[in-house]
Antibody
Framework: EVQLVESGGGLVQPGGSLRLSCAASGFTFSNYAMSWVRQVPGKGLEWVSAISGAGGSTYHADSVQGRFAISRDNSKNTLHLQMNSLRAEDTAMYYC??????????????WGRGTMVIVSS | EIVMMQSPATLSVSPGERATLSCRASQSVSNNLAWYQQKPGRAPRLLIYGASTRATGIPARFSGSGSGKEFTLTISSPQSEDFAVYYCQQYNNWYSFGQGTKLEIK
C-alpha cells in the first residue's frame, strides 16, 4: 500500500527541539521530492520545508529558516524534520507530503495523516 | 511571496446544486495551481493539478479551470461526501495556499 506515516510529535517547551520522521512505503522513495506542511488546528495550510529526491537540495520557508532542517535517508525510506528553537507559533499538525517528481516545486499527490507538535511551557 | 485568496469563505449549496469556488493569486502563477479537499480530522487530498487535470481516482464531477491569476473549482453535482474544506495552492514560486472555502450543506 502506498502510504506515509509520520511520527515524533509531542509536547515541547519553548526553545526546545524535536525531530519528526515520516516513513514511506509502497513506492520508490528516492524518486520523489518530499515536503513538510503544517496546519494550526482549525486554520489553513502552510508549507514548511522541501527536499529533492536525492536529498541534495533543500528549501525552507522564511518562518523556519535557520531553525528547522529537512533531511532524508533513502536507504530507510524515511524523511525527517529537525526542529530547533521552537516557538509557540510552531504549534501545529505537521504533515509530510510527496511530490510527483524528483525535483521540488509541484503539487502534493500523497499526504500522511500528520503528527501533532505542541510548543508550550 | 505569492498570496492566494479564496472566495467565498463558506459556500452553502444543496446536494446536486452546482458549486463554484474561486481562487485568486496576487501575481501570475501560470497554470501551476492545485486544489485539495480536506475533511475534519483528515489529511488534505489532491483533487486537481495543473489548474485543470484531475488527480487519479477523482470523480468527473470535479473540474478546474483558469490560468494566470484567476482559477475556479467546480463541483457539478455535489454529493454528501463532497462537503468539506477546499484549498487552492500555487507551486509556481515555491508553495502557498489559500485560506480555504468550506462547502456546507444548505
Amino acid at each position: 500500500e502506498v502510504q506515509l506515516v509520520e511520527s515524533g510529535g509531542g509536547l515541547v517547551q519553548p526553545g526546545g527541539s524535536l525531530r519528526l520522521s515520516c516513513a514511506a512505503s509502497g513506492f520508490t522513495f528516492s524518486n520523489y521530492a518530499m515536503s513538510w506542511v503544517r496546519q494550526v488546528p482549525g486554520k489553513g495550510l502552510e508549507w514548511v520545508s522541501a527536499i529533492s529526491g536525492a536529498g541534495g537540495s533543500t528549501y525552507h520557508a522564511d518562518s523556519v529558516q535557520g531553525r528547522f532542517a529537512i533531511s532524508r535517508d533513502n536507504s530507510k525510506n524515511t524523511l525527517h524534520l529537525q526542529m530547533n528553537s521552537l516557538r509557540a507559533e510552531d504549534t501545529a499538525m505537521y504533515y509530510c507530503a510527496k511530490e510527483p517528481y524528483a525535483a521540488a516545486g509541484d503539487a502534493f499527490d500523497l499526504w500522511g495523516r500528520g503528527t501533532m507538535v505542541i510548543v508550550s511551557s | 511571496e505569492i498570496v492566494m485568496m479564496q472566495s467565498p469563505a463558506t459556500l452553502s449549496v444543496s446536494p446536486g446544486e452546482r458549486a463554484t469556488l474561486s481562487c485568486r493569486a496576487s501575481q501570475s502563477v501560470s497554470n501551476n495551481l492545485a486544489w485539495y479537499q480536506q475533511k475534519p480530522g483528515r489529511a488534505p487530498r489532491l483533487l486537481i493539478y495543473g489548474a485543470s487535470t484531475r488527480a487519479t481516482g477523482i470523480p468527473a464531477r470535479f473540474s478546474g479551470s483558469g490560468s494566470g491569476k484567476e482559477f475556479t473549482l467546480t463541483i457539478s453535482s455535489p454529493q454528501s461526501e463532497d462537503f468539506a474544506v477546499y484549498y487552492c495552492q500555487q507551486y509556481n514560486n515555491w508553495y502557498s495556499f489559500g485560506q480555504g472555502t468550506k462547502l456546507e450543506i444548505k
